[in-house]
């Protein structure tokens, strides 16, 4: 495995690069999940390509950037296994050169909801440092975690109008045998708080299973004193309007002490 540091040394590694080559981006801290995603680009490209990158400009003031898990060594260990080709990981110097960027991808209206509206200027961070990744990785399909579905729907958004070469996949989310979404910020988790995070995923699973699902989920969280409800909403599958029937996608997000969990999961209605 190739580990390059400098936008210099990535150029020289993917100038070498074989047949199709595919990307996987995070922000370290890997586990279960992220494995997942290199087992399904190793099954299908020539090449795999893993950024490693804790974006500053997606965290807003107060959130967690300085304390995000940092744990490069452990990431390029999993790599190695999973059969990455290549792992980027540049600093935000590296990836900034001139200081955080005066042009950013502006994700539109869409980008003001839930995690937007939660988290202002988020998307802008994401859609930026995605947008800069792929211009020097020059992947041929990405590979992005569906726990995070609504980044998933404004990355594929951002790639259609923006006419790249890319074709994104989704995989499905990594959970716990007992139901938690596999993350990186589980690891902020006491023991209490661990078992109180299971909220989200049981009422996921109980609404979708109902006919009033956002009232079920709702209610469900009001079950767990210690979780504080960000919010729990029914959209269609392309994160519109909520649908009558058919397929829809139930998202929540929630605090759980200090800690901010999201998770989302598929519904048909009756």
């Not at 790639?159 to 139901?179: A, K, N, Q, S, Y």
């Not at 504080?228 to 029937?245: E, I, N, Q, R, S």
């Amino acid at each position: 495995m190739i580990v390059a540091e400098t936008r210099e040394q990535l150029a020289v590694a993917r100038a070498g690069a074989r047949g199709a080559v595919a990307v996987v981006m995070t922000m370290g801290a890997l586990h279960e999940g992220h494995a997942e995603l290199l087992r399904a680009a190793r099954a299908e490209a020539d090449t795999v390509l893993l950024t490693i990158f804790v974006n500053p400009l997606q965290f807003a003031p107060g959130e967690d950037f300085e304390r995000y898990p940092r744990t490069v060594e452990a990431d390029l260990a999993i790599a190695e296994r999973a059969g990455v080709d290549i792992a980027f990981t540049p600093t935000p110097e590296i990836m900034y050169p001139q200081g955080e960027p005066a042009v950013r991808v502006d994700p539109g209206p869409a980008g003001n909801e839930l995690e937007g509206a939660s988290r202002p200027g988020f998307f802008h961070g994401v859609l930026t440092v995605v947008n800069k990744l792929f211009q020097l990785t020059r992947p041929d399909v990405a590979y992005f975690g569906e726990k995070d579905y609504q980044q998933l729907g404004m990355i594929r958004a951002m790639v259609r109008d923006f006419d790249l070469p890319i074709v994104v996949r989704g995989v499905p989310t990594v959970r716990e045998p007992d139901g938690l979404a596999l993350s990186s910020r589980n690891r902020y988790l006491a023991p209490a708080e661990r078992q109180a995070a299971l909220v989200l995923s049981r009422a996921l699973t109980k609404a979708a299973r109902s006919e009033d699902p956002v009232a079920v989920g709702i209610a469900e969280f009001a079950t767990e004193p210690e979780v504080k409800l960000d919010y729990f909403v029914l959209t269609d599958p392309m994160l519109g309007p909520a649908p009558a029937h058919g397929a829809g996608r139930l998202l929540t997000a929630a605090w759980v002490g200090g800690t901010r969990l999201i998770d989302n999961i598929a519904v048909d209605l009756p």
